[in-house]
């Protein structure tokens, strides 16, 4: 039998209809992209979604932090890279890069709970996801979280008054993952789509923190609102130029679904 690759990879070229205006790979697309090369790696292992349901099981996203040094552009060919990078209590962590040559042009550093799908309550790793984690020696991507300690707990402050609301959105179909509820891809999708076009015309997105709360069910209508925070450091530049925004995303009833924080350098 053969063994398992500790870290999965397969290169990819960037079409036209993935990238935006700018020729630069849409951000939803490089999600999807993270989704579909995590989908082929569990595979590998035997911890997909269709192998955990048949145990009562599936996975689900608690958080995602992306960090994009140089969104890769139009035409080029880009290896795309992930591997589990640990597990921290009920949480299995999973990594991800996107390359070109030898550059790293996105990564991000992801954290998934397994979930009794009866009873709808996390479920402990399994022995062969601690022994996985364990035999890998790919480093996790280290940088610091948007959120503090007790945020990523859970402990999300909602502002009483957002500075603004961007869009109003409802969950289609094509929103819906394997889970039956709205993909990960589509809340960041809704927080740029309600952003000022001169905004998104002139500023480029270089990192983005989120935390999923809450599920979405199909045909749901939600609310997306924004906050710029503070002038933003990045990568230890100086913060002229960088613009930190927060993100809520809530259904109709004002309840949390999804938070986040981004970082901006204007072009």
Not at 67 to 85: A, F, G, H, N, Y
Not at 214 to 228: D, H, L, Q, T, Y
Request: hydrophobic share 35%.
């Amino acid at each position: 039998m053969a063994e398992i690759p500790l870290v999965y990879g397969e290169k990819i070229r960037i079409y036209t209809h993935c990238t935006n205006s700018k020729e630069r790979l849409h951000i939803r697309t490089l999600c999807d992209f993270f989704n579909d090369v995590a989908e082929q790696h569990t595979r590998l292992e035997g911890v997909d979604v269709p192998m955990l349901n048949r145990q009562g099981l599936t996975w689900m996203l608690r958080r995602i932090h992306i960090r994009i040094p140089d969104m890769p552009r139009k035409e080029e060919e880009v290896w795309l890279r992930t591997w589990c990078s640990g597990v921290d209590g009920l949480f299995v962590n999973r990594d991800y890069e996107m390359s070109v040559g030898d550059v790293v042009r996105a990564h991000a550093h992801s954290e998934w709970m397994l979930i009794d799908v009866e009873k709808r309550r996390p479920s402990r790793p399994t022995p062969f996801m601690l022994e996985e984690a364990a035999r890998c020696t790919q480093p996790a991507w280290a940088y610091d979280s948007l959120f503090d300690k007790a945020e990523r707990r859970g402990r999300i402050t909602l502002p009483d008054e957002p500075p603004f609301t961007v869009g109003s959105f409802k969950a289609r179909f094509d929103d819906i993952d394997f889970n039956g509820h709205v993909t990960q891809a589509s809340y960041v999708q809704w927080m740029m789509d309600g952003l000022p076009f001169e905004f998104m015309k002139t500023h480029t997105l270089r990192e983005i923190d989120v935390l999923y709360e809450k599920e979405i069910p199909p045909s749901a209508a939600v609310e997306v609102r924004c906050g710029k925070e503070m002038e933003a450091t990045w990568g230890g530049e100086p913060s002229d130029g960088f613009v930190r925004l927060s993100h809520w995303v809530l259904n109709e009833g004002a309840q949390l679904h999804c938070v986040a924080r981004s970082v901006w350098r204007k072009d």
